[in-house]
C-alpha cells in the first residue's frame, strides 16, 4: 500500500472511520451501508470497491445511541498507517466535548491533510458527516473552502470558522446553509457542462450517467489531464474536501464519493437497491488541477 498511487479497479479504495467517544451511530451506518454496498460489477458480488477500517480510542467505543462498535485499530495505529487510505471518513456526534478536550479524531484530521500536501500526486479524500464538519472547522481545514454542517448548528459551524480565521490566520469559509453536501477541489478540469455528468453546481444538476471515473486519478482524459506540480500549489496539496449534513445527507456525500471513485452507475445501483433517492449536492467549481 505504500507505494499506492490511486484507486483503481483492481485495487480496493481504502477508506478509514474515525470513531470518537459518543459518535452518533447513524452517521457511520449510513456511509458504512453505501461503501461496503458498492460494487465495481453489479453482477460480480465479489468485486466490492471499498474495504472499510475503522479506528477508535478504545477497542468498542460507545455511540451516543448506547450501541457499541469494535474498532479495528486505535488511533495509534490509524496515524502509523495513514497513508495506506484513500478516503478519511469523519462522523458527528459529541463535537463540543471532542473540541474541548483537543482529543482525537483532531490531530488524525490535520496530519491527513499534511500527508496529502506533503505527497500530492495521491488522491485523497476527506469527509466529513453532520457535525464531524466542526472537526474540520476547528483544525483549519475549511479555511479558504465552501462547507455545510447540520442545518441545526450552522450558527455554531460559523463561530467555529470564524474563530479558526482568527486563531490560525486562516481564510474565510463560505458556509452553505441548505447543501447536502459541498465538494471542494475536483480532481480533473471541469470541461463543458455538456459534456461533464460530475459538474453539479446546484442541488440535483447531474443529468446522465457514467461508466467513466472522472474522479479518480485512473481517468485517462486526453482533454482532464492531472498536475502534480499545479496541485501540490494549492490548498491541502488538491485534497478532496466533502462536508456534509445530517444522517440521510451523509449517505448522500457516501453516494457522491462512491460516483466519483468508482463510477455513476455503481452509486446509482447502491441508491436503488437501499431504495434511497439520491439528492446531490453542490460541487464547487475551482478546479483541483
Known amino acids: 500500500m505504500a507505494n499506492k498511487t490511486s484507486a483503481v479497479a483492481d485495487e480496493p479504495i481504502e477508506v478509514l472511520f474515525a470513531l470518537h467517544p459518543k459518535f452518533n451511530l447513524m452517521d457511520f451506518a449510513g456511509p458504512v451501508e453505501v461503501l461496503t454496498s458498492c460494487l465495481h460489477d453489479a453482477k460480480d458480488p465479489t468485486s466490492k470497491a471499498f474495504e472499510i477500517t475503522l479506528a477508535g480510542g478504545e477497542p468498542q467505543v460507545l455511540s451516543e445511541q448506547g450501541v457499541i462498535i469494535g474498532a479495528q485499530a486505535t488511533w495509534k495505529e490509524a496515524h502509523e498507517r495513514l497513508n495506506d487510505f484513500d478516503v478519511l471518513v469523519v462522523v458527528g456526534g459529541n463535537a463540543d466535548e471532542i473540541i474541548k478536550q483537543k482529543a482525537e479524531p483532531l490531530d488524525l484530521i490535520t496530519a491527513y491533510a499534511e500527508l496529502q500536501k506533503n505527497d500530492p500526486s495521491r488522491e485523497r479524500t476527506l469527509l466529513s458527516i453532520c457535525t464531524g464538519s466542526h472537526f474540520l472547522a476547528h483544525q483549519g481545514i475549511l479555511s479558504g473552502l465552501a462547507a455545510t454542517t447540520h442545518p441545526d448548528e450552522i450558527t455554531k459551524f460559523e463561530n467555529?470558522?470564524?474563530?479558526?480565521?482568527?486563531?490560525?490566520?486562516?481564510?474565510?469559509?463560505?458556509?452553505?446553509?441548505?447543501?447536502?453536501?459541498?465538494?471542494?477541489?475536483?480532481?480533473?478540469?471541469?470541461?463543458?457542462?455538456?459534456?461533464?455528468?460530475?459538474?453539479?453546481?446546484?442541488?440535483?444538476?447531474?443529468?446522465?450517467?457514467?461508466?467513466?471515473?472522472k474522479g479518480s486519478m485512473s481517468f485517462k482524459g486526453a482533454s482532464r489531464r492531472e498536475s502534480i506540480a499545479r496541485r501540490a500549489a494549492m490548498?491541502?496539496?488538491?485534497?478532496?474536501?466533502?462536508?456534509?449534513?445530517?444522517?440521510?445527507?451523509?449517505?448522500?456525500?457516501?453516494?457522491?464519493?462512491?460516483?466519483?471513485?468508482?463510477?455513476?452507475?455503481?452509486?446509482?445501483?447502491?441508491?436503488?437497491?437501499?431504495q434511497l433517492t439520491w439528492t446531490k449536492g453542490i460541487v464547487m467549481d475551482g478546479l483541483d488541477v
Request: overall charge negative; proline content about 2%.
Open 160 to 213: 467555529l470558522c470564524s474563530h479558526a480565521v482568527v486563531r490560525l490566520l486562516g481564510e474565510h469559509t463560505d458556509v452553505k446553509e441548505e447543501a447536502r453536501y459541498v465538494v471542494n477541489n475536483l480532481r480533473f478540469e471541469l470541461g463543458d457542462e455538456d459534456e461533464n455528468p460530475y459538474i453539479r453546481r446546484k442541488s440535483d444538476s447531474g443529468r446522465r450517467p457514467s461508466n467513466a471515473r
Open 235 to 274: 490548498r491541502l496539496g488538491g485534497l478532496r474536501v466533502i462536508t456534509s449534513g445530517g444522517v440521510a445527507a451523509g449517505m448522500d456525500a457516501a453516494l457522491y464519493v462512491a460516483s466519483i471513485l468508482v463510477s455513476e452507475d455503481s452509486a446509482n445501483e447502491v441508491a436503488r437497491v437501499m
